[in-house]
């Protein structure tokens, strides 16, 4: 309660304000009450440093994330508003051929984390494929999944690797997902091409609407600060970006965010 209407009172102050008020904290307060907060595990320097570090360093440091912080980034809403902005659930045997044509079935989903998109998307009936750097989320997502029965045609192949260099042939997936994940990555253009190198239809992407910060409580190294630069990052002729405002949810991210429905055909 406390966190939500301290983010409604931010946003209710000019932009401008907002950001003259954390250039004050990043100077006096930031580094340190974020090392008080987190302790060792957690490396608070490193947007100094994640554009040198070596794939196994990286590998290391979001294992350790998810061994110590309980990191969800979407919730039962985000999942219906992506799976609409997928078309919808895929409904077998019922579309023409015309329909079937544009029908997304097969999702590739980017930076899974403990895979509640995932699930959502399977249990939706989407042949879903995951991909994530990390093979402690990889680990608590395929538990997770078997928990909750997913065999069969709804079962989830799970992927351990990078988005800059996803292991699929070209356009081995009708949709693309990447949801609170491309702010994470190493190189923006880089993981942008291989997105749209292996979706044969549409790329759906949420991400943070936020200012750069040195420091703060997250491993984020991509920023957008407006719908254009995130579309803009794409390029695709078609395409919508949509704000949200995640003020008062219950998941781990509360704050605007940005959607983006990219159509590659």
Known sequence: MLRAAYIRFKQLLPRSLR?????????LFARRTIERKYGAWFDVDWR???RTMPDADWIAAYDAVWQNHHNNCTDETDAAMIIAALGGAPHQGLETNTER????QSVLEVGCGAGSLAIAMAEAGFRVTCVDVSSEALRKAAERAQTLGLQGEREITWQQGFAEALPFADKSFDAITCCHTLEHVRDLETTVRELKRVARKRIVVVVPRQEYR?????????FFSTPEQLSSAFGLPRSETRELN???RDNE????????I????
């Open 48 to 50: 100094k440093k994640f």
């Open 214 to 222: 040195l420091y703060a409580e997250n491993y984020h190294t991509q």
């Open 253 to 260: 991210f509360q704050d605007e965010a940005l959607l983006y």
């Open 19 to 27: 950001n003259a008020l954390s250039g004050i904290n990043q100077r």
């Open 101 to 104: 044509k544009h029908h997304v």
């Open 246 to 248: 995640y003020v008062g």
């Open 262 to 265: 990219g159509f590659v055909e």
